[in-house]
């Protein structure tokens, strides 16, 4: 997890200055100058208690930098069709904006938007298992 977020804050920072190619000569800019224009990305937890939860979920990942943690236990433990059509629905909005989504253990997803990759390891989860049979 920790190269997996240096990996991306060295994807998104700045060097120490960049020159930028400006009639016919060069300007440079100072990475302060350069901070301010940048986007962050935001981690945000959401907790998915009912189908009507997945709607501030996607709304935060079509709005740009956001990848999210989904505490799916909730919506487990209380209805498994109504918890297998929202993942099915985050599933879809994830591949449309060509991101990626995963199981995090048994109770937890992370869906990722296209910047971002999540790593697989050799064996999948519970969590992934049950993602997979959903598909069919």
Same mark, same amino acid.
Request: hydrophobic letters at 45%; a negative charge.
């Given at each position: 997890?920790?190269? /997996?977020?240096?990996?991306? *804050?060295?994807? /998104?920072s +700045?060097?120490?200055?960049?020159?930028?190619?400006?009639?016919?000569g060069?300007l440079?800019?100072? +990475?302060?100058?350069?901070?301010d *224009?940048? +986007?962050?990305? =935001? =981690?945000k937890? /959401?907790?998915l208690?009912?189908?009507?939860d997945? *709607?501030?979920?996607?709304?935060?990942?079509?709005?740009?930098?956001?990848?999210?943690?989904?505490?799916?236990?909730?919506?487990?433990?209380?209805?498994?069709?109504e918890?297998?059509? +929202?993942?099915?629905?985050?599933?879809?909005?994830?591949?449309?904006?060509?991101?990626?989504?995963?199981?995090?253990?048994?109770?937890?997803l992370?869906?990722?938007?296209?910047?971002?990759? =999540?790593?697989?390891? *050799?064996?999948?989860?519970?969590?992934q298992a049950d993602?997979?049979?959903?598909?069919?």
């Open positions: 997890m920790k190269n /997996f977020l240096s990996k991306l *804050k060295d994807t /998104f +700045a060097s120490e200055s960049e020159t930028l190619e400006a009639d016919g060069f440079e800019l100072e +990475a302060s100058e350069i901070q *224009k940048k +986007a962050k990305i =935001i =981690i937890p /959401f907790m208690e009912s189908f009507e997945v *709607k501030p979920v996607l709304d935060a990942l079509r709005a740009g930098y956001t990848i999210v943690l989904l505490n799916i236990a909730p919506l487990k433990d209380k209805d498994i069709v918890l297998k059509r +929202a993942v099915n629905k985050l599933k879809k909005t994830a591949e449309a904006m060509n991101g990626d989504i995963a199981g995090f253990g048994e109770d937890w992370v869906i990722a938007p296209a910047f971002a990759e =999540i790593h697989r390891g *050799k064996q999948p989860t519970a969590a993602l997979e049979d959903s598909d069919e």
